[in-house]
């Protein structure tokens, strides 16, 4: 069984940061593409970054030169550095990462959440 436990979020001033932490383990083969989404009161969840295995990395338009996702492959950790937040960042951030597993195939895992709430 694989689990994802996000960590960092938080309550912040708008203009401020953070940095959210999600970490894999269990039975781990190896780990493809890593995401984060959020999900703001009465919305869908929507996709904020990726990041393959390679380290190329893609962002919804809203969070472009704010927000950095990066990942360490040897902590099977995705990061995502949030800079000068609004308070339309507040949300639940979630982590989606394909695992491998021993058999080969890719399984999609989620995260439980964290809250960030962006407010003065």
């Known amino acids: 069984q694989v689990q994802l436990v996000e960590s960092g979020g938080g309550l912040v001033q708008p203009g401020g940061s953070l940095r959210l932490s999600c970490a894999a383990s269990?039975?781990?083969?190896?780990?493809?593409?890593m995401h984060w989404y959020r999900q703001a009161p009465g919305k869908q969840r929507e996709l904020v970054a990726i990041?393959?295995?390679?380290?190329?990395?893609n962002y919804a338009d809203s969070m472009k030169g704010r927000f950095t996702i990066s990942r360490d492959n040897a902590k099977n950790t995705v990061y995502l550095q949030m800079n000068n937040l609004k308070p339309e960042d507040t949300a639940v951030y979630y982590c989606?990462?394909?695992?491998?597993?021993?058999?080969?195939?890719?399984?999609?895992?989620w995260g439980q959440g964290t809250q960030v709430t962006v407010s003065s």
């Open positions: 989606y990462a394909g695992v491998r597993s021993g058999s080969g195939a890719f399984v999609g895992y």
């Open positions: 269990g039975s781990i083969f190896g780990i493809g593409a």
């Open positions: 990041i393959t295995s390679g380290g190329s990395t």
